[in-house]
Nanobody
Framework: QVQLVESGGGLVQAGGSLILSCAAS????????MAWFRQAPGKDREIVSAVNSIGGITYYKDSVKGRFTISKDKSRDTLSLQMNSLKPEDTAVYYCAARYSTSNYYYTLESAYNYWGQGTQVTVSS
């Protein structure tokens, strides 16, 4: 059974930084493509960033390009999201997601993922 546990959320002022972590267990970490999604109040869940199973190919939502960095740490079976220059519009619950894939592709659709974490709240004050 694949388990994903997010941590690292919190309250930060605009312009600040946070690092989200997603600890994975129950599977071979390098066999899974992974992603970060977020859901703001009253809005649908949306893709933020994705990475292929090997970890060399990444995707970023336009509004976070240049500010966020996704990475897979195979030594710790952990997916991370470094978030810099945070804005109030980044406020949301952030979710880690995973799907089995040994291809070189990342996936941006919510329906592509079958394993999800419980979410961690990120609040950016202006």
């Amino acid at each position: 059974q694949v388990q994903l546990v997010e941590s690292g959320g919190g309250l930060v002022q605009a312009g600040g930084s946070l690092i989200l972590s997603c600890a994975a267990s129950g599977h071979t970490f390098s066999d899974y493509s992974m992603a970060w999604f977020r859901q703001a109040p009253g809005k649908d869940r949306e893709i933020v960033s994705a990475v292929n199973s090997i970890g060399g190919i990444t995707y970023y939502k336009d509004s976070v390009k240049g500010r966020f960095t996704i990475s897979k740490d195979k030594s710790r079976d952990t997916l991370s999201l470094q978030m810099n220059s945070l804005k109030p519009e980044d406020t949301a619950v952030y979710y880690c997601a995973a799907r089995y894939s040994t291809s070189n592709y990342y996936y941006t659709l919510e329906s592509a993922y079958n394993y999800w974490g419980q979410g961690t709240q990120v609040t950016v004050s202006s």
